[in-house]
T-cell receptor
Framework: DAGVIQSPRHEVTEMGQEVTLRCKPI?????LFWYRQTMMRGLELLIY????????DSGMPEDRFSAKMPNASFSTLKIQPSEPRDSAVYFC????????????FGEGSRLTVL | AQSVAQPEDQVNVAEGNPLTVKCTYS??????LFWYVQYPNRGLQFLLK??????LVKGSYGFEAEFNKSQTSFHLKKPSALVSDSALYFC???????????FGAGTTVTVRA
């Protein structure tokens, strides 16, 4: 199994630009989570999808952030416009259908907004 | 609300000595507890979990954790630490009826040769 695949691994952009982060969950997993990791705030849950439907987006910081999951094998997290305070590592994680299952994390996308 | 506390930012041990990383939690209902490890510039890797049953849970790379309901703790342990165990360790909890996994702030483990 290839695991959770995220792209890009690194992104450097200028303030005001649009950023799109991508995630391919593990095949057969029906839950997908986007987390953000910073030194100051640790790991924060941004949004949770179940069966491709957004269930909880209360962690999305502002309207500049949006996420989609058009099908079971692909999700995007978009920031438009980006700001320097968005600089962080963004992780995607997926979980299988068992309620007791653990999360499987991707390698993360490190975003730097100048 | 659910929360996790990892009281130590850093733990330093000598190779071959026992390693303990502390975790306490707060959750409504029955807890599902997890430990993850993160190496530099990598994602989080699952080590072990407690769902129900035996309070002592064994996981990957020789790690184990003990669930203590009365103390609401789930400390991670390894009898003999290796230099390669040096990493950032996260404890996480969610309620059995919840989907949201809450993470602690993490504990940096350094094992010196």
């Amino acid at each position: 199994d290839a695991g959770v695949i995220q792209s890009p691994r690194h992104e450097v952009t200028e303030m005001g630009q649009e950023v799109t982060l991508r995630c391919k969950p593990i095949s057969g997993h029906n839950s997908l989570f986007w987390y953000r990791q910073t030194m100051m705030r640790g790991l924060e849950l941004l949004i949770y999808f179940n069966n491709n439907v957004p269930i909880d987006d209360s962690g999305m910081p502002e309207d500049r952030f949006s996420a989609k999951m058009p099908n079971a094998s692909f999700s995007t997290l978009k920031i438009q416009p980006s700001e320097p305070r968005d600089s962080a590592v963004y992780f995607c994680a997926s979980r299988g259908q068992s309620n007791t299952g653990e999360l499987f994390f991707g390698e993360g996308s490190r975003l730097t907004v100048l | 609300a659910q929360s996790v506390a990892q009281p130590e930012d850093q733990v330093n041990v000598a190779e071959g000595n026992p390693l303990t990383v502390k975790c306490t939690y707060s959750v409504s209902g029955n807890p599902y507890l997890f430990w993850y490890v993160q190496y530099p510039n990598r994602g989080l890797q699952f080590l072990l979990k407690y769902i129900t049953g035996d309070n002592l849970v064994k996981g990957s790379y020789g790690f184990e954790a003990e669930f203590n309901k009365s103390q609401t703790s789930f400390h991670l342990k390894k009898p003999s630490a290796l230099v390669s165990d040096s990493a950032l360790y996260f404890c996480a909890v969610r309620g059995s009826n919840d989907y949201k996994l809450s993470f602690g702030a993490g504990t940096t483990v350094t094992v010196r040769a």
